[in-house]
Structures are given as structure tokens and as C-alpha cells.
């Protein structure tokens, strides 16, 4: 009988370090990536994005992510290329800033 209530025990502390180890994993990459400056690694997809959204919020897409969406294609058809191809382009540079993007996209 002793030794089944040490064998629940042992299994309990087990499943509680499995568990533990588990929030530590999940969550602890969490908390190092907040921390860091959130525009330092952003491509300038990245950039565009977060500043026309909401839809509504920014005068140089209105329309927010669906107008950026719309004008892309436009581009990429009026080149004959797939959008895909600028969507590419864009997510490739990482200039710091949305509107050094818009200096290195426009230049």
C-alpha cells in the first residue's frame, strides 16, 4: 500500500514537472520576443500592414490591407508579372521604418 502511494505521488510530480516545463516552453519565448523593439526585424510588408490598419486609419490606403491588396495587383498586372513576385519584393527589404520603405520602393 506504501508503495502505491508513492507511485501516485512520483507520477503526479512527474506530470506536474512535464506540465511546468511545458508553460516554460510555450510561454517563455512569449515574453523575450515582447520585450524586444518590435520594428526592428519588420520587413517592409511588415511596416505597410501595421500602419494602414485598420481600414480607415491611414490616407494612403483608405481601404486598409484590401486596398494595399487591390493597387498590388494592379501594378503586378500592368508589368505582366504575378503579384506574388511584389509581394516578394517588398517583404525582402527591411529599411527600419515605413517610410524609409516608402523611400527605397519609390527611389
Not at 502511494?5 to 512527474?14: I, K, L, N, P, T
Amino acid at each position: 500500500m506504501h508503495k502505491q502511494v508513492v507511485s501516485r505521488a512520483s507520477r503526479r510530480f512527474g506530470a506536474l514537472v512535464v506540465l511546468a516545463s511545458l508553460a516554460l516552453v510555450l510561454l517563455g519565448p512569449g515574453q523575450v520576443a515582447l520585450a524586444a523593439d518590435p520594428g526592428s526585424g519588420r520587413s517592409c510588408m511588415g511596416h505597410e500592414a501595421r500602419d494602414i490598419s485598420p481600414p480607415g486609419s491611414n490616407t494612403e490606403f483608405p481601404g486598409g490591407a484590401p486596398g494595399l491588396r487591390k493597387e498590388l495587383g494592379a501594378i503586378a498586372e500592368s508589368l505582366g508579372i504575378p503579384v506574388g513576385r511584389i509581394y516578394a519584393l517588398i517583404a525582402s527589404l527591411h529599411e527600419g521604418s515605413h517610410e524609409a520603405c516608402d523611400e527605397a520602393l519609390e527611389g
